[in-house]
């Protein structure tokens, strides 16, 4: 990896692959190059521009009108290119179109409906935690990070019991699917055929219970918010988004508790610090690494000219560890002020289920550290491969009871 | 700088000096005021900025938009007809002198 200044334009180019292994297995030193290179870089191997450090990331995410989502947040331009599937009515729009879906989820997915829920996750959380103290030795990505949200996730959208084990496969293939042609992308997109089929079929109003978020998606139809053909699209966004993303933040979170006992010691003297134990985690490693714009016109950026209909990739991850933004990024304080980290993106597409995610996070903190002295890793933490999700395949752990 | 006056829960008096264009909520958390919690970091998603705006300010703030309305009935401590999201509030130099009092809870 070289940084080497391209003439004329100013912004340097790099030979940087940030979807290759090494760099996802430790995308770190590779960020800091990239950050310290300058505020807009180019990437060869890609043909697209980046930017790592706080203040780019978080103003392209914040000028939609420039840098727009319409054109496919992944590698792939939509002008150019026919999608893999059809596009997102919310992750892949725009105003205005993106301000009507938007509302949908929004009211969907509110603080008033995370109250009325939120009893029902705790409780689910606590049964978790009652099967971890029976088995004391566990897979903590399996038997926790997945464990629990699947416990819950599905149920709360109203899905059939049959077929959820395509719902962490159909995600990681929409997640893989942002990244550029390489091998994940490829092998994903070659294997989606069944996922895919599962995931439309359960978007339709009638396999979905009512009282479930997917039942109050389709209730929008009779409102007249949305029409009978964008419901399913919708419930789909939730099938994609909603499940693996938890799943690496959970995990991310156990992964940091276990590997900063510390921190965990704070966690079990002062439990309301679950929630801020989850938020620092998504910092800390954020589990959604990357995401692409498309720029709308000529602009310029920090000095840097970019063309109308360029890629720009932005890099959550690093930006959450810039120092130009926060004391000791690489440090893991569950009593940081997070306001304002991209883990959840920023602006209108700022992530609508982080409520969901909050609340998961929290409630399976507290129950953990309410009932466990200490959680050891007793072997080899395994990487999981994804072209955007950042999280661990296995982590085997023993517990203490508390 | 126009300057504005959080009153903690327990009714401790915190004035913030703000700087330019900032919201009530920006001023809060760069001053470390830890009863503004502001997760979603002003986008309105999340009520966790929630104040009560002192009675005598009320009518002097804009007008609030429909999705704050949706956002205030989902707080943690009670709505009441003084309630606001912080970072839904400007900070104009005629705000001067503003108090915001804190809830007990924001989540
Ligand atoms: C720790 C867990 C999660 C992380 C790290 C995360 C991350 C993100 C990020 C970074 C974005 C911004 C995308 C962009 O700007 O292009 C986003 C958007 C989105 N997220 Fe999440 N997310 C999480 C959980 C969830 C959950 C639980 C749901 C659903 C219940 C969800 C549904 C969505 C949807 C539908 C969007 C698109 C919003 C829009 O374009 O307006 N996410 N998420
Ligand atoms: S900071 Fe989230 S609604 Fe104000």
Not at chain 1, 162 to 179: D, K, W
Not at chain 1, 209 to 216: H, K, R
Not at chain 1, 386 to 399: E, Q
Request: glycine share 8%.
């Amino acid at each position: 990896m070289t940084a080497s200044g391209a003439a004329g334009s100013g912004v340097p180019h790099l030979d940087v692959d940030p979807f290759d292994m090494t760099f996802l297995a430790d995308p770190y030193p590779a960020h800091e190059l990239l950050r310290e290179a300058g505020p807009v870089v180019y990437l060869d191997k890609w043909n697209v521009y980046g930017v790592t450090r706080y203040a780019e990331v978080h103003a392209v995410l914040n000028d939609p009108a420039t840098f727009c989502s319409s054109r496919g947040v992944g590698l792939s331009d939509f002008k150019k290119e026919t999608p893999w599937r059809p596009p997102s009515l919310i992750l892949e729009a725009d105003p205005p179109a993106h301000t009507r879906t938007r509302a949908v989820l929004s009211k969907v997915l509110s603080p008033t409906v995370m109250k009325q829920v939120r009893d029902r996750f705790a409780a689910a959380a606590e049964e978790r935690v009652d099967a971890l103290l029976e088995q004391r030795s566990f897979d903590a990505i399996t038997d926790l990070a997945e464990a629990y949200p699947l416990s819950i996730f599905p149920d709360a959208l109203g899905l059939k019991p049959e077929g959820r084990e395509h719902l962490i496969p159909y995600a990681s293939v929409v997640f893989n699917a942002f990244g550029p042609p390489n091998e994940l992308r490829q092998q994903a997109i070659e294997r989606s055929a069944p996922h895919q089929a599962y995931v439309a079929e359960q978007c339709q109003r009638e396999n979905l219970a009512p009282g479930g978020f997917g039942a109050c998606i389709h209730a929008q139809v009779d409102e007249g918010a949305i029409t009978a053909s964008e419901a399913p699209l919708l419930v789909r966004s939730l099938l994609s988004a909603g499940l693996d993303t938890t799943v690496n933040g959970i995990g991310a979170a156990v992964y940091c508790l276990a590997r900063f006992p510390d921190q965990w010691q704070r966690l079990r003297e002062d439990l309301t610090l679950a929630r801020g134990a989850f938020e620092e985690a998504v910092r800390f490693e954020s589990p959604v690494q990357t995401f692409f714009r498309t720029t709308t016109r000529e602009v310029e950026l920090s000095g840097a000219k970019i063309g109308e209909g360029e890629k720009v990739l932005m890099f959550l991850a690093a930006a959450n560890r810039d120092p130009r933004r926060w004391d000791e990024p690489g440090r893991y304080d569950i009593t940081r002020r997070t306001s304002g980290h991209v883990g959840f993106g920023s602006g209108i597409h700022m992530c609508v289920g982080q409520l969901v995610a909050r609340l998961e996070g929290e409630v399976m903190l507290t129950a953990l550290a309410r009932r466990i002295a200490k959680i050891e890793i007793t072997g080899e933490p395994k990487r999981r491969f994804n072209n955007t999700l950042r999280g661990l395949d296995s982590l085997p752990v023993t517990i203490t009871p508390a | 700088m126009p300057a504005i006056m959080f009153i903690h829960a327990d009714g401790r008096p915190d004035r913030v000096e703000t700087s330019g264009g900032e919201s009530a909520m920006q001023a809060a958390t760069r001053h470390g005021i830890d009863g503004i919690l502001a997760e979603c970091g002003g986008n309105a998603m999340c009520a966790t900025c929630h104040v009560y705006v002192d009675e005598s300010w009320l009518t002097r703030l804009p007008e609030m938009a429909d999705d704050e309305d949706a956002l205030l009935d989902g707080t943690a401590a009670e709505r009441r007809p003084s309630s606001r999201l912080s970072c839904q509030i400007k900070i104009t130099p005629e705000l001067d002198g503003l108090v915001l009092r804190l809830p007990e809870r924001q989540v």
